[in-house]
């Protein structure tokens, strides 16, 4: 945040300094969608659409829609993976392409419903998406006030995120794609401007930055290991007795992105290897498993055969398979 001493300036000079600095925040709080927003987006893969038309801006999003932006917004912001229970009653028979984004965005901490419930065909709502831009940037808010979004829609205001809308208003408003394109856009400028951490320990001092030091040394892997793909790796890793299991990354693909980066935190299951291949450059052995897409985990026996091929599962799906 930068802080102005306006008293030590001339008037002539203050003048000028207010002007930029009202032009620096209208352009702020008022990004271009199709020239700012949607670029960004298409950009960090949040949308594979690069005019307005195809975006359909205006649309309303439903919260099974909106876990596919939700997901990879999270990975462009690089957000930690902080729950792992994200199973849901209520997605059987739901579109399937949108089900791993669905439990990543969840697993985010960003995109949650009650009572084991997502309810995908519900439409998201403003407050709901305030919510998740907030959590994005700081973490959770208290959610045991009347209404329960009240410390999001507060911290938003006083972001300058939002200005015309009213605390009522954002609860019974559906919130338009082009919207919450825009208050990502606004989410990541701020994160970007301002150094926020979009955790909950954006101010720690330095004894809390050792105690989370500490917390992430106890959370990296111990005897599982992950590493990059080798022919010689896997035979050896088999012989020994190892679990073996291939991952099929790519760099564009924001599930990918996830899962690697909770694979690399995490503790993999003692005595399993799972060994990284580049889905884009290693043809031969993907045709060898007919891997047909990315983020694709393929479970090897001691004969090298797939005993399991699974697309787009969550690390402890991961960490169940080698168990």
């Given at each position: 945040?930068?802080?102005?001493?306006?008293?030590?300036?001339?008037?002539?000079?203050?003048?000028?300094?207010?002007?930029?600095?009202?032009?620096?925040?209208?352009?702020?709080?008022?990004?271009?969608?199709?020239?700012?927003?949607?670029?960004?987006?298409?950009?960090?893969?949040?949308?594979?659409?690069?005019?307005?038309?195809?975006?359909?801006?205006?649309?309303?999003?439903?919260?099974?829609?909106?876990?596919?932006?939700?997901?990879?917004?999270?990975?462009?912001?690089?957000?930690?993976?902080?729950?792992?229970?994200?199973?849901?009653?209520?997605?059987?028979?739901?579109?399937?392409?949108?089900?791993?984004?669905?439990?990543?965005?969840?697993?985010?901490?960003?995109?949650?419903?009650?009572?084991?419930?997502?309810?995908?065909?519900?439409?998201?709502?403003?407050?709901?998406?305030?919510?998740?831009?907030?959590?994005?940037?700081?973490?959770?808010?208290?959610?045991?006030?009347?209404?329960?979004?009240?410390?999001?829609?507060?911290?938003?205001?006083?972001?300058?995120?939002?200005?015309?809308?009213?605390?009522?208003?954002?609860?019974?408003?559906?919130?338009?794609?082009?919207?919450?394109?825009?208050?990502?856009?606004?989410?990541?400028?701020?994160?970007?401007?301002?150094?926020?951490?979009?955790?909950?320990?954006?101010?720690?001092?330095?004894?809390?930055?050792?105690?989370?030091?500490?917390?992430?040394?106890?959370?990296?892997?111990?005897?599982?290991?992950?590493?990059?793909?080798?022919?010689?790796?896997?035979?050896?890793?088999?012989?020994?007795?190892?679990?073996?299991?291939?991952?099929?990354?790519?760099?564009?693909?924001?599930?990918?992105?996830?899962?690697?980066?909770?694979?690399?935190?995490?503790?993999?299951?003692?005595?399993?290897?799972?060994?990284?291949?580049?889905?884009?450059?290693?043809?031969?052995?993907?045709?060898?498993?007919?891997?047909?897409?990315?983020?694709?985990?393929?479970?090897?026996?001691?004969?090298?055969?797939?005993?399991?091929?699974?697309?787009?599962?969550?690390?402890?799906?991961l960490a169940t398979l080698l168990q």
């Open positions: 945040m930068i802080v102005f001493c306006f008293f030590s300036l001339p008037m002539k000079k203050l003048s000028l300094l207010l002007v930029w600095a009202v032009f620096v925040w209208v352009s702020f709080a008022t990004p271009n969608f199709s020239t700012d927003v949607l670029t960004r987006m298409n950009v960090n893969w949040l949308t594979k659409f690069s005019t307005t038309t195809e975006f359909r801006g205006q649309d309303e999003i439903t919260r099974g829609e909106a876990g596919k932006f939700v997901a990879s917004f999270g990975v462009a912001q690089n957000l930690s993976v902080t729950y792992t229970a994200c199973d849901f009653t209520d997605l059987e028979g739901y579109d399937a392409t949108l089900l791993p984004h669905i439990k990543q965005a969840c697993m985010f901490g960003l995109l949650k419903w009650s009572n084991g419930k997502y309810m995908p065909n519900s439409n998201l709502t403003e407050a709901q998406a305030l919510a998740i831009v907030i959590r994005a940037l700081e973490g959770f808010k208290d959610e045991t006030t009347t209404p329960w979004y009240e410390a999001y829609y507060t911290r938003a205001q006083a972001l300058g995120m939002i200005t015309a809308e009213s605390i009522t208003s954002v609860n019974t408003t559906n919130i338009t794609r082009e919207k919450l394109g825009t208050w990502f856009y606004l989410a990541a400028h701020l994160s970007a401007n301002e150094d926020t951490t979009m955790k909950d320990d954006t101010m720690m001092d330095d004894k809390d930055d050792t105690m989370m030091d500490d917390k992430d040394d106890m959370m990296m892997k111990t005897d599982g290991v992950y590493t990059a793909y080798t022919s010689q790796g896997v035979t050896d890793a088999l012989a020994e007795g190892k679990k073996v299991a291939l991952f099929f990354h790519a760099s564009r693909c924001p599930p990918c992105i996830a899962l690697d980066k909770a694979i690399t935190a995490w503790m993999l299951p003692d005595n399993s290897v799972v060994f990284k291949v580049d889905y884009d450059t290693m043809t031969e052995i993907k045709v060898q498993y007919w891997v047909t897409s990315q983020d694709t985990i393929v479970v090897l026996d001691v004969n090298m055969n797939a005993t399991t091929k699974q697309s787009w599962i969550s690390f402890t799906e």
